[in-house]
Every structure is written in structure tokens, then in C-alpha cells.
């Protein structure tokens, strides 16, 4: 039998540079949550990125029967949350939009402690450079808060920063997922796979995640609110997903730090079983308020690497303005 990989905290380690880059996005995005009411023209807080929130739901978790999943989920099944959404930093009016969706789960194990595993339904990253990516996200910041006249030159920008990653972008794991996403283009928010990216601990194991629909029924006719369309399905079918991991074991084949390939030579094994149930109704602003902030996971279960830390903070941030605004 394979040894895996084991965790290291080399793999979260930032560069001087790639810190003061960071401290540099951690004040655009405070300036954006301060100013993302105006932006997204509602009247409470948003996230810096994910900020339409299509649906809640009620879930239930299984665990498989495996070991390293056991060690964490022994019990037979979990209360869990998933909160469907949309990747852009400003809510839209319209739910026709690119499909680039967010299903983030949380499971909610012994003594209140949860778990957090914000997936995306592309598989694959634009960037491995961590400077490239605070740069765009800093500039995309800037585009949402400057003025109508400045918008222009803050494009100019985006694509300054774009520009590098395209290279990167050239790779076979890349081209399939484009393939893929553009075959699926049209499929219902419910009837796709949803994918980690990053790379998260299960305990000094590092994995990855994927998360399938077992079944949906494909001639479910769809109107154009989302919203609506979760509700109903949930209403009139059994929607379940399985969700897998991959093991790292080698640097090689499984890099824990280049998110722009798929992972290789790792057989997928089964997580275990998720069941949606029904959509939760908003009350106010409780269910907006809730954090999928994957930091604030038990150690042994956080993400790895150094984008994935970038992160870190940037929930953080996010979060604790958000709750200041909105509280």
C-alpha cells in the first residue's frame, strides 16, 4: 500500500512580497464590503466574491465507511447546510448569467463544531502564482468601487493582470474543464459536479474533493429563477450527491500548489453521501449571516497551500465586516 503524502506547513508559507501583497487586498477588500450595499444595490453587506446567494438547504450527511473519513465523521449522519451561489462580486437582478456557480457545504459535527467545503463547479485554477492572483483580485476590487468615469482605465487593468495567467491557462487539465463547462453550459445549478480546487487536510493526509449528482431527473423543466427551480425539485424529487476525495502522495503527480492541473495516478475514494432536503427560508438575515469559511474548521480538516491560506485572511476580512455592517 501507497504512504501518503503528509501535511507540512511549508505549503502555506508566503513570501515578504506575497505578504505585502496580501496586506494590500485586505484594504480593497474592506473598501468593498464597506461600499457592496451600493454596489450590489441591496440593503445589507455582501461577500467579496460569491455574492448572490441563489438557495439554503437542508442536507444530511452520511460518511462512508472509510477510515481516514471515519476518524472525523464517525457518527452515521450529520445535520448540514448548503449554500448555492453565484461567483461574481455583485448581485445581479437577473439569474442569467455564466455558469460559474458555488456550492458550499457545512457540516455540523459533535458540540456544535462544523466543517466548512466551499466547492465550484470548474476543477481547476486560472493561476498557480499567488502574486498574479493578488494582483487581479485587487484590481477587480478597485473596478467595483471606482466611479462610472474610472471604470475604463480599472479595465485596462484587470486585463494587465489577466494577461500572464493566460500561459498558464495552456495545459491539458485546463482545456478539458473549459470542454466540459461549455458542454455543461446549460445544465440546471443541481444537475453539476462541484470540485475543491484546493487542496484541504484530512488529518496529516492532504486531499482533494468532488462532489456528483448520483441521479436528477433530466427532463425537469427549469423557469429562469434559480431560486424557484431548487425549491421545486427539492419539492418533487430525492436529490442526492456522492462526494469523493483524492489522496496526494507525491509531489510529482498530486502538486499541492499548482491549481491550474488536475491531480493524476490517484483513484477517487468515497467521502460519503450528501441528501438535500428542502430550502430553507430566509428570516431576516440569519441564513446570509452564516459563514462557509473553511478556516474555522477543526485543524486537522483546513485547507492547504498558499492560495488556499490567501483566503484565509480575505474570509476574515469579508466576515467581519460583513457582520459589523449588518449587525
Same mark, same amino acid.
Request: charged share 25%; with cysteine; proline share 5%.
Given at each position: 500500500?501507497?504512504?501518503?503524502?503528509?501535511?507540512?506547513?511549508?505549503?502555506?508559507?508566503?513570501?515578504?512580497?506575497? @505578504?505585502?501583497?496580501?496586506?494590500?487586498?485586505?484594504?480593497?477588500?474592506?473598501?468593498?464590503?464597506?461600499?457592496? $450595499?451600493?454596489?450590489?444595490?441591496?440593503?445589507?453587506?455582501?461577500?467579496?466574491?460569491?455574492?448572490?446567494?441563489?438557495? #439554503?438547504?437542508?442536507?444530511?450527511? +452520511?460518511?462512508?465507511?472509510?477510515?481516514?473519513? $471515519? @476518524?472525523?465523521?464517525?457518527?452515521?449522519?450529520?445535520?448540514?447546510?448548503?449554500? =448555492?451561489?453565484?461567483?461574481?462580486? $455583485?448581485?445581479?437582478?437577473?439569474?442569467?448569467?455564466?455558469?460559474?456557480?458555488?456550492?458550499?457545504? *457545512?457540516?455540523?459535527?459533535?458540540?456544535?463544531?462544523?466543517?466548512?467545503?466551499? =466547492?465550484?463547479?470548474?476543477?481547476?485554477?486560472?493561476?498557480?502564482?499567488? %502574486?498574479?492572483?493578488?494582483?487581479?483580485?485587487?484590481?477587480?476590487?478597485?473596478?467595483?468601487?471606482?466611479?462610472?468615469?474610472?471604470?475604463?482605465?480599472?479595465? =485596462? !487593468?484587470?486585463?494587465?493582470?489577466?494577461?500572464?495567467?493566460?500561459?498558464?491557462?495552456?495545459?491539458?487539465?485546463?482545456?478539458?474543464?473549459?470542454?466540459?463547462?461549455?458542454?455543461?453550459? /446549460?445544465?440546471?445549478?443541481?444537475?453539476?459536479?462541484? #470540485?475543491?480546487? !484546493?487542496?484541504?487536510?484530512?488529518?496529516?493526509?492532504?486531499?482533494?474533493? $468532488?462532489?456528483?449528482?448520483?441521479?436528477?431527473?433530466? +427532463?425537469?423543466?427549469?423557469?429562469?429563477?434559480?431560486?424557484?427551480?431548487?425549491?421545486?425539485?427539492? /419539492?418533487? +424529487?430525492?436529490?442526492?450527491?456522492?462526494?469523493?476525495?483524492?489522496?496526494?502522495?507525491?509531489?510529482?503527480?498530486?502538486?499541492?500548489?499548482?491549481?491550474?492541473?488536475?491531480?493524476?495516478?490517484?483513484?477517487?475514494?468515497?467521502? !460519503?453521501?450528501?441528501?438535500?432536503?428542502?430550502?430553507?427560508?430566509?428570516?431576516?438575515?440569519?441564513?446570509?449571516?452564516?459563514?462557509?469559511?473553511?478556516?474555522?474548521?477543526?485543524?486537522?480538516?483546513?485547507?492547504?497551500? %498558499?492560495?488556499?491560506?490567501?483566503?484565509?485572511?480575505?474570509?476574515?476580512?469579508? !466576515? *467581519?465586516?460583513?457582520?459589523?455592517?449588518?449587525?
Amino acid at each position: 500500500m501507497k504512504n501518503s503524502l503528509p501535511y507540512h506547513p511549508k505549503y502555506n508559507q508566503l513570501s515578504a512580497e506575497e @505578504e505585502a501583497l496580501l496586506s494590500e487586498a485586505l484594504s480593497s477588500v474592506e473598501f468593498f464590503v464597506k461600499r457592496s $450595499k451600493r454596489i450590489s444595490d441591496v440593503n445589507y453587506a455582501t461577500r467579496d466574491a460569491h455574492a448572490k446567494s441563489y438557495a #439554503y438547504i437542508k442536507a444530511v450527511f +452520511e460518511p462512508s465507511n472509510d477510515e481516514a473519513v $471515519k @476518524e472525523f465523521f464517525p457518527q452515521e449522519s450529520y445535520e448540514s447546510t448548503v449554500r =448555492l451561489s453565484h461567483a461574481n462580486l $455583485k448581485i445581479s437582478k437577473s439569474d442569467k448569467q455564466l455558469p460559474v456557480f458555488g456550492f458550499a457545504l *457545512k457540516i455540523y459535527r459533535a458540540e456544535s463544531k462544523e466543517v466548512n467545503y466551499p =466547492l465550484v463547479n470548474f476543477p481547476v485554477f486560472p493561476t498557480d502564482s499567488v %502574486k498574479g492572483f493578488l494582483k487581479l483580485f485587487i484590481k477587480i476590487n478597485q473596478f467595483f468601487t471606482s466611479s462610472f468615469l474610472l471604470k475604463p482605465f480599472k479595465v =485596462l !487593468g484587470i486585463i494587465s493582470a489577466v494577461s500572464p495567467m493566460f500561459l498558464e491557462m495552456l495545459n491539458l487539465s485546463f482545456f478539458k474543464a473549459v470542454k466540459t463547462w461549455v458542454k455543461n453550459f /446549460h445544465h440546471f445549478i443541481l444537475a453539476r459536479s462541484y #470540485y475543491s480546487v !484546493g487542496v484541504y487536510r484530512l488529518g496529516n493526509k492532504m486531499i482533494k474533493l $468532488k462532489l456528483v449528482p448520483k441521479l436528477f431527473d433530466p +427532463e425537469f423543466k427549469v423557469s429562469e429563477s434559480i431560486h424557484e427551480n431548487v425549491k421545486a425539485y427539492l /419539492h418533487q +424529487e430525492k436529490l442526492q450527491y456522492d462526494i469523493f476525495y483524492q489522496l496526494a502522495y507525491n509531489e510529482k503527480d498530486q502538486p499541492i500548489n499548482t491549481l491550474t492541473r488536475g491531480w493524476k495516478n490517484t483513484e477517487f475514494k468515497h467521502f !460519503g453521501t450528501l441528501t438535500c432536503l428542502q430550502v430553507l427560508e430566509e428570516n431576516g438575515l440569519d441564513l446570509e449571516r452564516l459563514s462557509f469559511n473553511p478556516f474555522i474548521n477543526m485543524v486537522a480538516l483546513q485547507p492547504v497551500g %498558499k492560495i488556499q491560506h490567501l483566503r484565509k485572511s480575505v474570509y476574515e476580512k469579508s !466576515g *467581519k465586516m460583513r457582520n459589523n455592517l449588518n449587525s
